[in-house]
């Protein structure tokens, strides 16, 4: 059974960086894509960014662009996401998603499975 396990989410100060991870279990994600979504009070679940496992190619919503970063350590199978400058408008539960699929797609119903969701909240 696939489990996603996101952690690293916290408070932090409008300039500031936090370090989101998601460990996966459960089978092998050679064949897979990482997403990160996140979803703010009220709205949508929308589109961060996302890594194919093999390759490594990478796709950004344009609202991450220039200040996020995703990456993987095929070691421990774990996806990261790295993400400075942080604004207000970057609060929200963040979840990791995984889809088996070698294309890289934003939208959310085309994933798998999702982890439980980790809180990022930035104080302006």
């Known amino acids: 059974q696939v489990q996603l396990v996101e952690s690293g989410g916290g408070l932090v100060q409008a300039g500031g960086s936090l370090r989101l991870s998601c460990a996966a279990s459960?089978?092998?994600?050679?064949?897979?894509?990482m997403g990160w979504f996140r979803q703010a009070p009220g709205k949508g679940r929308e589109f961060v960014a996302a890594?194919?496992?093999?390759?490594?190619?990478?796709k950004y919503a344009d609202s991450a662009k220039g200040r996020f970063t995703i990456s993987r350590d095929n070691a421990k199978d774990t996806v990261y996401l790295q993400m400075n400058n942080l604004k207000p408008e970057d609060t929200a539960v963040y979840y990791c998603?995984?889809?088996?699929?070698?294309?890289?797609?934003?939208?959310?119903?085309?994933?798998?499975?999702w982890g439980q969701g980790t809180q990022v909240t930035v104080s302006s």
């Open positions: 998603a995984a889809d088996l699929n070698l294309i890289i797609y934003t939208t959310p119903s085309r994933y798998d499975y």
């Open positions: 890594i194919r496992w093999s390759g490594g190619s990478t």
């Open positions: 459960g089978r092998t994600f050679s064949n897979y894509c």
